[in-house]
Structures are given as structure tokens and as C-alpha cells.
């Protein structure tokens, strides 16, 4: 199948090299010349836009980093809506709020072209492997004729419901998830602290009730998981500014639901600390070291 990819960034480009490796032939489309270099080595054609990326193709993925980005690419002058053919299936795959889904899945349906939303969860490791978990929303016809295309670059293919549940489903794991990560960091500052071993701490806490994917996978605390972005200075991964904007969407549907979010109204002060003390290209997990510098600071005093 002709595949057009927009966006290649560190979730973006390792999906599009599993759909190459998976047979498919592909076109891609990004600002990053170096990103589109990489793609285009191993087999993909390059466009320089995304209406001519698409041009062609039988199907379409994007994955950008926010909502501004998704509806320039489909709304845009040189986007895809201006350049793809009825009745291609389009996939967005960025994580963004749901009313920009359903106004794009709008547009896209008056063009003659189904939208789902299939953000994604698994980060860059499961990105790389191959083993993401798609959330997608779309009517049951649409996730039929998108999954064999998802199942390239995931493990995990959920049908949310309608147009903007994969959305929904996205924002509420990332709430999750950045609420415990902060979690585990505090937990790993003070025990190392009070004189345990990282390690140690890290071990039981990962056979016991406190396990969770930001302790076991993503330890933040640096040489207690070797892979993890803690082992490399919390450089790639998912970005801590990244986890900021998908809190800001949480707690924007919250408001607009009246729905109360205590600790998620917490989480997104402390990432905005964290990019505001100029760590916010840095993983997400790196939000420890707001602890760590606390704690330096106090050692000094």
C-alpha cells in the first residue's frame, strides 16, 4: 500500500520506518530535512508538502505535536485536505483535544474522506519496536479498513468508539501517567534521601502495590533501568514540554465538563516548573530533578 507520512518526529519516524519494514511503499513529509534524510535511506520518497505527499497515496498518517500543527496540515493551503483524493482513509495519530478532531473529521467528511483519531501510548521504545497501543476513535467500517495498516506499528488496537473517544482515551492515560511519574520521582527523591538504596527502593516498589509503568519501565531515578531516558541524561523520549500540553488538554476538557481534576490541576504546575527551569525538551521522567535540585539546595544551606 502508498502510505503518506506527515510528521517524523520522535514518535513519527520510527512508526513510518516500521510501516517500510512492514512492505509498504511510502512518501513523507516533514520540516526536519535531517528526519526526512533518515526515512528516505532506508526506501522513502520525500515531498515538500503535505498535499503532495498525499497526492498519490492510499492512505494517510499524521503525527504532530499539537493541534495548531494538525489543522494547518489538513486545513492549509499545501495540506492534505488541498491535495488527497476522496475517499482515501486519513489517521491522526497526534495526541490533541477532541473538538479540533471532530472539526477536522468534519472538513475531511464534507471532502469525502473518513478521519479517525488513533493517538498512541508506549513512547519511543514501543514506537521503535513496534508494540504502540492505538486508541482509535472512528465508526466500526473506518477501524476495520485502518487497522491492518496500525497493526505495522502497534501491538494494541482499541476502538474507543466514535469520532474523538481515541482522544479522550489519550488524554486520560497521559493524566495518568504524568500524575504518577511525579509520584515515583518524589517517592525515589525522599528514600534515597532518608538512606536507601535507589536500586533497592526501585526493586520493591516493583513488586509491590506501588508498581507502575513510570517505576518499572521509566524509572526516573538515573541507573535503576538501564534503557530508560534517566540513563541518558533524559535525553529523547517523550518531551516534559509534551506532558505539559497533554495536561493542558486534560484539564481544559475538565473545565468544559465541570469536572474537578485536583491532582491533575497540580501536575500541570509542576511540568510548567520544569519547563520553565529550561527542561522542558528534556524527557519527562527529568521531572526529578526539580527534587534533586531541591535537595542540593537544602544540602548546602
Given at each position: 500500500?502508498?502510505?503518506?507520512?506527515?510528521g517524523l518526529g520522535?514518535?513519527?519516524?520510527?512508526?513510518?520506518?516500521?510501516?517500510?519494514?512492514?512492505?509498504?511503499?511510502?512518501?513523507?513529509?516533514?520540516?526536519?530535512?535531517?528526519?526526512?534524510?533518515?526515512?528516505?535511506?532506508?526506501?522513502?520518497?520525500?515531498?515538500?508538502?503535505?498535499?503532495?505527499?498525499?497526492?498519490?497515496?492510499?492512505?494517510?498518517?499524521?503525527?504532530?505535536?499539537?493541534?495548531?500543527?494538525?489543522?494547518?496540515?489538513?486545513?492549509?493551503?499545501?495540506?492534505?485536505?488541498?491535495?488527497?483524493?476522496?475517499?482515501?482513509?486519513?489517521?491522526?495519530?497526534?495526541?490533541?483535544?477532541?473538538?479540533?478532531?471532530?472539526?477536522?473529521?468534519?472538513?475531511?467528511?464534507?471532502?469525502?474522506?473518513?478521519?479517525?483519531?488513533?493517538?498512541?501510548?508506549?513512547?519511543?521504545?514501543?514506537?521503535?519496536?513496534?508494540?504502540?497501543?492505538?486508541?482509535?476513535?472512528?465508526?466500526e467500517a473506518l477501524?476495520?479498513?485502518?487497522?491492518?495498516?496500525?497493526?505495522?506499528?502497534?501491538?494494541?488496537?482499541?476502538?474507543?468508539?466514535?469520532?474523538?473517544?481515541g482522544q479522550v482515551?489519550?488524554?486520560?492515560?497521559?493524566?495518568?501517567?504524568?500524575?504518577?511519574?511525579?509520584?515515583?520521582?518524589?517517592?525515589?527523591?525522599?528514600?534515597?534521601?532518608?538512606?536507601?538504596?535507589?536500586?533497592?527502593?526501585?526493586?520493591?516498589?516493583?513488586?509491590?502495590?506501588?508498581?507502575?509503568?513510570?517505576?518499572?519501565?521509566?524509572?526516573?531515578?538515573?541507573?535503576?533501568?538501564?534503557?530508560?531516558?534517566?540513563?541518558?541524561?533524559?535525553?529523547?523520549?517523550?518531551?516534559?514540554?509534551?506532558?505539559?500540553?497533554?495536561?493542558?488538554?486534560?484539564?481544559?476538557?475538565?473545565?468544559?465538563?465541570?469536572?474537578?481534576?485536583?491532582?491533575?490541576?497540580?501536575?500541570?504546575?509542576?511540568?510548567?516548573?520544569?519547563?520553565?527551569?529550561?527542561?522542558?525538551?528534556?524527557?519527562?521522567?527529568?521531572?526529578?530533578?526539580?527534587?534533586?535540585?531541591?535537595?542540593?539546595?537544602?544540602?548546602?544551606?
Amino acid at each position: 500500500m502508498h502510505i503518506a507520512f506527515i510528521g517524523l518526529g520522535n514518535m513519527g519516524a520510527p512508526m513510518a520506518r516500521n510501516l517500510l519494514k512492514a512492505g509498504h511503499t511510502l512518501t513523507v513529509f516533514d520540516l526536519n530535512a535531517a528526519a526526512v534524510a533518515s526515512l528516505c535511506a532506508e526506501g522513502a520518497a520525500t515531498a515538500d508538502s503535505a498535499r503532495k505527499a498525499v497526492a498519490e497515496a492510499d492512505f494517510v498518517i499524521t503525527m504532530l505535536p499539537a493541534a495548531a500543527h494538525v489543522r494547518s496540515a489538513y486545513l492549509g493551503p499545501e495540506g492534505v485536505l488541498a491535495g488527497v483524493r476522496p475517499g482515501v482513509p486519513l489517521v491522526d495519530s497526534s495526541t490533541i483535544d477532541p473538538a479540533t478532531v471532530r472539526e477536522l473529521a468534519a472538513a475531511a467528511e464534507a471532502h469525502g474522506n473518513a478521519l479517525a483519531d488513533a493517538p498512541v501510548s508506549g513512547g519511543t521504545v514501543g514506537a521503535q519496536a513496534g508494540t504502540l497501543t492505538f486508541m482509535v476513535g472512528a465508526t466500526e467500517a473506518l477501524f476495520a479498513q485502518v487497522r491492518p495498516v496500525l497493526a505495522g506499528m502497534g501491538r494494541n488496537l482499541v476502538h474507543c468508539g466514535g469520532t474523538g473517544t481515541g482522544q479522550v482515551a489519550k488524554i486520560c492515560n497521559n493524566l495518568i501517567l504524568g500524575i504518577s511519574m511525579i509520584g515515583v520521582s518524589e517517592a525515589m527523591a525522599l528514600g534515597v534521601k532518608l538512606g536507601i538504596d535507589a536500586n533497592v527502593l526501585a526493586g520493591i516498589v516493583n513488586t509491590s502495590t506501588g508498581r507502575c509503568w513510570a517505576s518499572d519501565t521509566c524509572n526516573p531515578w538515573p541507573g535503576v533501568i538501564e534503557a530508560a531516558p534517566a540513563g541518558r541524561g533524559y535525553t529523547g523520549g517523550f518531551g516534559a514540554d509534551l506532558m505539559l500540553k497533554d495536561l493542558g488538554l486534560a484539564n481544559d476538557a475538565a473545565r468544559s465538563v465541570k469536572q474537578p481534576l485536583f491532582l491533575g490541576a497540580l501536575a500541570q504546575q509542576v511540568y510548567q516548573a520544569v519547563s520553565h527551569a529550561g527542561d522542558g525538551q528534556l524527557d519527562f521522567s527529568g521531572v526529578i530533578r526539580q527534587y534533586l535540585s531541591a535537595a542540593d539546595k537544602e544540602g548546602k544551606q
